[in-house]
């Protein structure tokens, strides 16, 4: 199947740093992708999608502020947590398909960020 | 965006064919079913895809019924290597954009033992 991939795996910053997690799709092109976030234990929510050239819709409850999310080229979003605080600690997970009818949608392998 | 139930755990052993049913009594026309896998720490990986009736590829078997109300995955001979949480998921797949986001329900654990 279609490789998406994360960079990076994992991540440690202090509080209040940003960090940026990047999300590419390697061999298809993707106008859509989406950001997820996963807590130990609990199901992944969807945090916003990504859309090439255009703002990122975001899911009710998601600051759009602290996740910064830009979708440069049809193989490349980024999401940025602004001002990181501990309980920014979590799995994000991204996900892209491709273009036509029926394409399955990829997801990559996770980013672990923890926040000291 | 159609809703999923499914059982929050199932046990089986090993070498056994283990059968995963979801209801989504809400689906729409253009929704497809799709069934992720997912081990501790890593992101779903895709398992199978399906509109209607069965289909099959070299890992599972999906099944859903005419009215397309629920549908089944079937793991052949289950390894411990299986043990995992497996979503059902519904969306449409016909058109880009944020019309085919995924929204995950709570999965199903399956245990399997040797």
């Known amino acids: 199947g279609a490789v998406v991939s994360q960079h990076p795996s994992w991540v440690i910053c202090k509080s209040g740093t940003s960090v940026k997690i990047e999300c590419r799709s390697l061999?298809?092109?993707?106008?859509?992708m989406f950001w997820y976030r996963q807590f130990p234990k609990q199901s992944l929510m969807l945090m916003a999608t990504?859309?090439?050239?255009?703002?990122?819709?975001?899911e009710q409850g998601v600051e759009k502020d602290k996740f910064l999310i830009n979708h440069a080229s049809l193989t490349l979003s980024t999401l940025t947590v602004t001002s990181a605080h501990p309980e920014d600690s979590s799995f994000y997970i991204c996900?892209?398909?491709?273009?036509?009818?029926?394409?399955?949608?990829?997801f990559g392998p996770g980013t672990r960020l923890t926040v000291l | 965006l159609a809703k999923t139930t499914q059982p929050i755990s199932m046990d089986s052993y090993e070498g056994q064919e283990v059968n995963i049913t979801c209801s989504h009594n809400?689906?729409?026309?253009?929704?497809?079913i799709t069934w992720y896998q997912q081990f501790p720490s890593q992101g779903p990986r895709f398992i199978i895809q399906?509109?209607?009736t069965k289909v099959t590829n070299e890992v599972a078997s999906l099944f859903i019924p005419a009215d397309r109300k629920s549908s089944t995955l079937s793991l052949p001979r289950v390894s411990l290597s299986d043990t995992a949480v497996y979503y059902c998921?519904?969306?449409?797949?016909?058109?880009?954009?944020?019309?085919?986001?995924?929204?995950f329900g709570t999965g199903t654990l399956l245990a399997v033992q040797p």
């Open positions: 996900s892209a398909r491709g273009e036509q009818p029926g394409d399955t949608q990829y």
């Open positions: 990504s859309n090439e050239g255009s703002k990122a819709t975001y």
């Open positions: 998921l519904v969306g449409d797949m016909w058109y880009g954009g944020a019309t085919n986001k995924l929204i």
């Open positions: 399906g509109y209607k």
């Open positions: 061999d298809f092109q993707a106008t859509t």
């Open positions: 809400n689906i729409a026309t253009n929704d497809y």
